[in-house]
């Protein structure tokens, strides 16, 4: 951890709302964790989403003035036989400040603000093979569910995303 105590991390990180210009933050800390470098427009994606849905919420953990990890999630409303719910879309933690607890202090902070609005279930997905994050979504206390995730590509040269008759 470069001579930083857990503990003092702990105590020193400060988690906040997310603000536009911690956008390229959240970019360098997913390329971080990546390890290279992805060609995705955050300042899009997160003016995308808020436009999109008033019920965001994106926190940032903050150490000194520098931005060392964020969590972004979102409240669904209406789903398949799902009650109004929350998810968590993306998070990440500076690889240097990995392991001090600003991962479980950006969740921590994140169910007291579902919580008072009377969400009552979170969700997430995680890769099967990402034993990394399904761990860390354990220990928060994050369980299967009763949901299965399906995808689908689309082959972007077609017109519709339909089989044909």
Known sequence: MHGIKMNSLKRTATIRKMRTEDIED???????????????????????????????????AEIDGKVVGFM????????????RSAWIATMGVDPKYMGGGIGARLANELFDYYKSLGITRIFTAVRW?????????????FNRSDFINLSKNFDIRSDSGFPSP
Not at 30 to 55: C, G, H, P, Y
Not at 72 to 83: P, Q
């Open 26 to 60: 959240i970019g360098r800390i997913f390329n971080l964790i990546t390890k290279k470098t992805v060609k995705i427009d955050f300042r899009e994606l997160m003016t995308e989403q808020s436009q999109r849905n008033a019920n965001s919420s994106c926190f940032i």
């Open 129 to 141: 093979d990402s034993t990394d994050a399904l761990s860390f979504f354990k220990t928060l206390g």
């Open 72 to 83: 972004i999630g979102h409240i669904i409303t209406f789903g398949f036989d799902m009650e």
